[in-house]
């Protein structure tokens, strides 16, 4: 089985092949454990050449976090940290993307323990826009050809094509470092069958799906113009009639899939 090193040395060689990664700005979510874990792989990318960027911010609720507590020098380049609800801030932040194109070169770095932060801000978005129509969450109508799925309280349906338990620096290659056989499994693709199936069951659904890819030294990212777009495709549906939108934020392996209904 490959090591985290052998899998970065190999990402790193794939790294130097092309040009370096740029970003404007790119947003940790939580200052954990987790967060403290991708800012040190960040660390290693920028030494390497790998990725640069204008600003790296880090959101927690606790300014003790582990971040927090962290020294200046321990920091990648043009590090802050911000006190806030993650709900919070990405209400202002993303508001404020929204018509930006500077912010289309931005990023999030998720965290696995995270709610399904984007589905919330798209609802926030919608609801604002409609005030006197419903906006809602409602569970999925089926359930996705998945092997492990679980549904939460707040509709949004977790799905994974993993059985066993992932280590965080897995970058999902194409032979899976578990199997350790291929990949043959790919949530976005699967997510987009779903919906064709939902379609011809005469359950129209339009899907809004953010990739979560990993782009250098184990950090998986989703892009900020995606989200963006979603909230725009909302608008547009939306403004035609009742409308249905499946928001899911997934990697090839893990996601969580949301409903929104607007009528």
């Not at 092949?17 to 404007?24: D, P, S």
Request: some cysteine.
């Amino acid at each position: 089985m490959s090591t985290a090193d052998d899998i970065f040395a190999a990402e790193a060689r794939a790294t130097r092949a092309r040009a370096i990664q740029q970003f404007g700005r790119i947003v940790v979510v939580g200052g954990g454990c987790y967060g403290a874990y991708y800012l040190r792989q960040l660390t290693r990318a920028h030494r390497a050449g790998a990725a640069e960027w204008d600003e790296l911010v880090v959101v927690d609720r606790d300014p003790a976090c582990a971040v927090g507590r962290s020294d200046v020098s321990e920091l990648p380049p043009r590090t802050r940290v911000v006190t806030a609800e993650w709900q919070r801030y990405f209400d202002d932040y993303l508001g404020a993307a929204v018509g930006d194109p500077d912010r289309r070169r931005d990023a999030i770095v998720p965290s696995p323990l995270m709610p399904h932060l984007m589905a919330d801000w798209l609802a926030t978005r919608a609801a604002e826009r409609w005030p006197h129509r419903s906006v809602r969450a409602e569970p999925l109508l089926a359930a996705p050809e998945v092997p492990w799925q679980r549904a939460g309280e707040d509709g949004t349906h977790y799905v994974s094509f993993a059985e066993w338990m992932c280590p965080i620096n897995c970058i999902e290659p194409p032979k899976c470092p578990h199997t350790r056989g291929a990949r043959s499994w790919s949530l976005p693709i699967a997510v987009r069958d779903y919906v064709s199936a939902e379609s011809a069951r005469g359950r129209a659904l339009e899907p809004l799906v953010f990739h979560c890819t990993h782009r250098t030294h184990g950090v998986g990212m989703i892009d900020v113009a995606d989200v963006v777009d979603a909230d725009a495709a909302i608008a547009r549906g939306g403004s035609a009639g009742d409308a249905s939108f499946l928001i899911g934020t997934v990697s090839h392996c893990h996601g969580a899939l949301r409903r929104l209904v607007v009528s």
